[in-house]
């Protein structure tokens, strides 16, 4: 039961992102707006399995790659439907549908067993800690899609109105996933000093989720400070979605640390 | 000239470069393994192991230009700060005069003012009149984001060297029963340790007891992993666990007995010629059909089947024997009981003012405050006019979106036209 509950969002997000394509290549009104419920029945019955992972788990599904992955495009996908529902802002749907398939996609590739949660994650910390990355990283990627739209766009002959509305929402994302990041690495420190003795400890996630707060540091510093706007920052968010990307799945595959076992 | 390097140190382009600086040693502190021996570096990278050493690599966290690029960042961050505080105050006193000095940008008609106007109360803008304008505010206290965030960060760098350099850690395993004396004179009892619970749950926790110099005791106290015990200064954490073995030795003659625990590989003799070689405890072990023995030297939780790997050592003679818990050996005149192995704890005992790690939480907090003001509670400041309406503040786009969605005509206009 389980398994039929992850895979039909898996299904549900191939066929939303195939339809969307059709939909704009052909501009058939229809075929996106069945893209985009086609998605929303995704996104619920994906809510409805972590739920039940939750349950059957006894804890809160984000304990291994797994569970993270599937919570990042939950994560991806109910940021998207709000910024959708909230900014009317149906061209992010384009880059974000396809971002959260493939990685519900990797999330796939992952072994899918429940287990027991080991002890140095059972902390009130847990949930804080985690539930903000997925929601700063969704937050981010959100913030790339957004700038991918805006470089594809600007080549073209559209109103000026729209490229303001895309780059500022792109800075929103950023700002939310910069605030949530920070929230991370904060509950991240003191849960380090209650595990580990020492709030800071230079733990190969440690320092790429500093060094991801810091090249968003500098976007924000050159877009308040220096009001720069426009093509460099878009360019600087999709940029730095590998970064993201890297903090989360490279990081745990490749540069063994305390925090391996996520 | 002074003045100008002054300048140079407080600015934001200054900060960037030491941030970018900051992330090239933080990518090369996480790709390059760090603080292993010299030895490792030279059989991982042949080729340029000398410039790898020579540059500190190995150490990069720890080394002399990371410490010169934290300190030069608490000096901008300072300095930066100094300078802002001022212009940030100056800025939220004067916020809503200047605003009413704004001149119209955005022609309104009548009725779309009257609805922009209804919305901003909606919305809980504070509203002023001065003369003829009407100026409706909101977050005041959000001029002070960026630089409460800045005193935040410079805090959370200050007090982080110092939980990083200030605490004292030992690292100690002590088997259940025996007792650690610090250097003043506390005494860290463990009581017991367990690494499963009763439900066969990994759990890894101790009960300990701590006692002062002057007497006083803490109790017995129970600690696991993310549950430390704090107690007189001291803060004790369960670390890492091993497994020993253990044995008794009964003298036949006398009927003395003796018990031993096993943490490393020793020789139990009464003559120093025959007795028993303890060579190491193994957690489990798997038997074929012929009965050959294949030991498992790896596992996560409680030994499932221990065995003791031993030599058994009489007149010159070594036999090399496994004996399971609850076994005797009977040589040179001693009985050698194998017990069920024990687990103890390894604890992290660290010595710190609790004041600092308050001091840091409170930075943390700040920091948080100081991102959501900038972010999401940044000043607001719309003048209204008869004839139409100026939007001001330090992020005025925000704002301007809202009215463009309410009034979809006007302001997305006039972005254009600026554009």
New interface residues.
């Given amino acids: 039961m389980l398994n039929i509950l992850f895979f039909t969002p898996l299904v549900l997000f191939f066929l939303a992102v195939i339809l969307g394509f059709f939909g704009i290549l052909f501009h058939k009104e229809q075929v996106s707006r069945l893209s985009w419920w086609l998605f929303l029945g995704g996104t619920a019955i994906l809510t409805a399995y972590l739920a039940a992972r939750g349950v059957v788990a006894g804890r809160i599904p984000l304990s291994n790659q797994f569970e993270f992955a599937t919570a990042f495009a939950w994560g991806i996908a109910v940021m998207l439907i709000a910024v959708q529902t909230r900014a ?1 802002a149906e061209w992010i749907r384009v880059a974000a549908m396809p971002m959260t398939f493939l990685v519900l996609s990797y999330a796939a590739l992952q072994p899918r067993e429940i287990t ?1 949660l ?3 994650l ?2 009130a910390w847990f949930a804080l800690h985690i539930g903000s990355a997925v929601f700063s990283y969704a937050s981010f990627v959100l913030a790339g899609c957004a700038g991918v739209r805006y470089l594809l766009i600007s080549r073209k002959d559209h ?3 729209q ?3 895309i780059d ?1 929402l792109s800075y ?1 994302m950023v ?2 996933g ?2 949530l990041l ?2 991370v690495i ?1 509950s991240g ?3 380090a ?8 400890t ?1 733990d ?1 996630k440690e ?2 989720a ?2 991801t707060w ?2 968003y ?2 976007y924000l ?2 877009r ?3 009001k720069l706007s426009g093509k460099v920052m878009a360019w600087m968010v999709v940029i730095y979605v590998p970064v993201v990307l890297f903090t989360f799945v490279g ?1 745990n595959t490749l ?1 063994p640390g305390l925090h391996s076992y996520g | 000239m002074k003045q100008k390097i002054l300048k140079f140190l407080r600015s934001m382009t200054f900060g960037m470069i030491l941030l970018g600086l900051i992330v090239a040693c933080s990518l090369a502190g996480s790709l390059i393994a760090q603080g292993k021996e010299v030895m490792w570096y030279v059989k991982t990278y042949p080729g340029w192991y000398g410039i790898l050493l020579k540059l500190g690599l190995n150490n990069v966290f720890y080394s002399w230009y990371f410490l010169v690029l934290m300190v030069l960042l608490c000096l901008n961050l300072t300095l930066c700060s100094l300078v802002r505080i001022r212009r940030v105050y100056r800025a939220a006193k004067n916020a809503v005069p200047n605003a009413a000095k704004r001149t119209t940008d955005i022609p309104l008609s009548p009725e779309k003012l009257a609805e922009f106007c209804a919305y901003l109360e909606d919305r809980r803008f504070r509203k002023t009149e001065i003369g003829d304008a009407v100026v409706y505010s909101k977050n005041s206290l959000g001029w002070y984001g960026s630089f409460l965030t800045h005193l935040a960060i410079l805090l959370t760098v200050l007090f982080g060297a110092a939980t990083l350099y200030l605490p004292q850690v030992m690292d100690e395993t002590c088997l259940p029963g025996e007792t650690l004396v610090m250097a003043d004179g506390t005494e860290i009892a463990v009581d017991s340790f367990h690494i499963e619970d009763a439900q066969g749950n990994l759990d890894y926790a101790s009960k300990i007891h701590v006692t002062l110099p002057d007497g006083r005791s803490s109790g017995i106290q129970e600690i696991r992993v993310n549950h430390p015990f704090g107690f007189g200064g001291y803060k004790i954490y369960q670390q890492t666990y091993g497994t020993a073995g253990a044995v008794t030795v009964r003298d036949k003659a006398t009927g003395a007995e003796d018990p031993f625990t096993l943490t490393e590989n020793c020789f139990l003799s009464a003559d120093g010629r025959n007795g028993v070689w303890f060579e190491a405890l193994y957690p489990d072990y798997s038997r074929d059909e012929s009965g050959n023995f294949t030991l498992i030297s790896q596992t996560s939780g409680r030994y499932s089947n221990p065995v003791y790997q031993i030599l058994i050592a009489s007149d010159g003679v070594q036999t090399p024997v496994l004996a399971f818990p609850g076994e005797t050996v009977t040589v040179g005149g001693l009985e050698y009981t194998f017990e069920a192995p024990v687990e103890y704890p390894g604890l992290r005992i660290k010595q710190t003012p609790v004041i600092v790690n308050i001091l840091l939480c409170g930075a943390f907090c700040l920091m948080i405050l100081g991102l959501w003001f900038c972010f999401f509670g940044s000043p607001a400041l719309v003048t209204v006019r008869p004839d139409g309406c100026a939007i001001g503040g330090p992020k005025p786009q925000g704002t301007r979106m809202e009215l463009a969605a309410l009034l979809e005509d006007g302001i997305q206009e006039k972005e254009e036209e600026k554009c």
């Fill in positions: 009317k027991e080991m002890p140095a059972k902390s109103t000026a109105g490229l303001v509305q500022y929103r700002a939310l910069f605030l920070t929230v904060l420190a003191i849960w000093e209650q595990a580990w003795s020492a709030f800071w230079w190969p320092t790429w500093l060094i810091i090249l540091a500098i510093h050159l308040l400070r220096k990081v540069l």
